[in-house]
């Protein structure tokens, strides 16, 4: 469940802001919840992530850091809490077991986005 438990009906640890199931916001690119590789812009470059059923992020009260391809917040910096909608924890065996996922494997490029993510957040 991940970035979920941070919303109001878990933890309810973001103020004026709320965690959405990204697959029923209005203009997704995506409806079905299953593994994919799923259109991303990570502090303004273009990128496909492993998606499974990842939240949103709505409101205004966070530095957004990543956003999926309808324009809603996919990864946030609020105070010291940071949020992620997508895997990027994710290793390429992930993409190994779904046939149409092996062509996007990032190799340990999340991986940096995520220590870059991490860093950004302990500035905050």
């Known amino acids: 469940m991940g ?3 941070a ?3 878990y933890f309810n640890l973001l103020k004026d802001s709320e965690v959405v199931q990204y697959i029923k916001q209005p203009n997704t690119d995506t409806r079905r919840p299953h593994a994919k590789a799923i259109d ?6 273009p990128d496909r ?6 939240c949103a ?6 530095k957004t850091i990543a956003t999926y391809a309808n324009g809603d917040a996919m ?22 077991w779904h046939s149409w996922m ?10 940096e986005l ?6 950004d957040l302990i500035k905050s």
């Open 3 to 5: 970035a979920y438990w």
């Open 7 to 9: 919303g109001k009906h």
């Open 40 to 45: 991303v812009t990570w502090k303004g470059v």
């Open 49 to 54: 992530m492993y998606f499974y059923d990842g």
């Open 57 to 62: 992020f709505t409101g205004t009260n966070f």
């Open 75 to 96: 990864a946030i910096i609020q105070e010291n809490l940071g949020l992620i909608g997508c895997h990027l924890e994710s290793e390429d065996s992930w993409y190994d």
């Open 102 to 111: 092996k062509q996007h494997k990032p190799g340990t490029r999340h991986h």
């Open 114 to 119: 995520l220590l870059d993510f991490v860093s």
